[in-house]
């Protein structure tokens, strides 16, 4: 059974994909990169893609496009998103367990419940994010920038916090 949903870049520019929804069926392709653990993916572009529950632990995102992509309860353990754009995407309940996450773009995205531990999120952009319930043990903040972000406890980080809620 195949389902298909649209994949926008820029304005005018839209892909249509087949995506197996079938278990056990081969990973898809997205913009030529193919979707699955440890594979290299940097620079591509996932802006507004549904990739709910992927697994793609351990894989090279670096530079990659994904605002607004849906990533809810995806596996992106130990994948490298240094300087990602990915700001309103939905990673709601995602796992990213020791990810790298330098200077990566999360303007507005929604981490609620998401297992960030062991992250390093140092010179990233985390404005108006939503980090509710999100685990964030041992994470690397450095320099994180989280004006009017929603905290783990729920709070609403001041203007300006930078490297710790204010």
Same mark, same amino acid.
């Given at each position: 059974m195949t389902r298909w949903i649209l994949v926008g870049g820029r304005v005018g520019l839209?892909?249509?994909?087949?995506?197996a929804a079938?278990?056990? +069926?081969?990973?898809?392709?997205?913009?030529?990169?193919?979707?699955? +653990?440890?594979?290299?993916?940097?620079f591509?572009?996932?802006e507004k893609a549904d990739l709910r529950g992927v697994d793609l632990?351990?894989?090279?995102?670096?530079?990659?496009?994904?605002?607004?992509?849906? !990533?809810r309860d995806a596996r992106l353990r130990g994948a490298d998103l240094q300087?990602?754009?990915?700001?309103? +995407?939905? !990673?709601?309940?995602?796992?990213?367990?020791g990810a790298h996450l330098f200077a990566i773009d999360l303007r507005g995205a929604r981490l609620d419940g998401a297992n960030l531990r062991g992250v390093n999120l140092q010179d990233a952009h !985390?404005?108006?994010?939503? !980090? +509710?319930?999100?685990?964030?043990?041992?994470?690397l903040l450095g320099t994180v920038r989280l004006d009017g972000a929603t905290w783990t406890d729920g709070?609403?980080?001041?203007?300006?916090?930078?490297?710790?809620?204010?």
């Open positions: 839209f892909a249509w994909l087949g995506v079938a278990a056990g +069926a081969e990973p898809r392709t997205i913009n030529g990169c193919r979707v699955e +653990a440890a594979t290299n993916c940097s591509a572009r996932f632990s351990d894989a090279s995102l670096h530079g990659a496009k994904m605002a607004g992509a849906d !990533l300087v990602a754009v990915a700001s309103g +995407a939905d !990673l709601r309940g995602a796992d990213c367990e !985390l404005e108006g994010a939503s !980090l +509710a319930g999100a685990d964030l043990t041992g994470a709070r609403v980080c001041a203007s300006p916090s930078q490297g710790a809620c204010r």
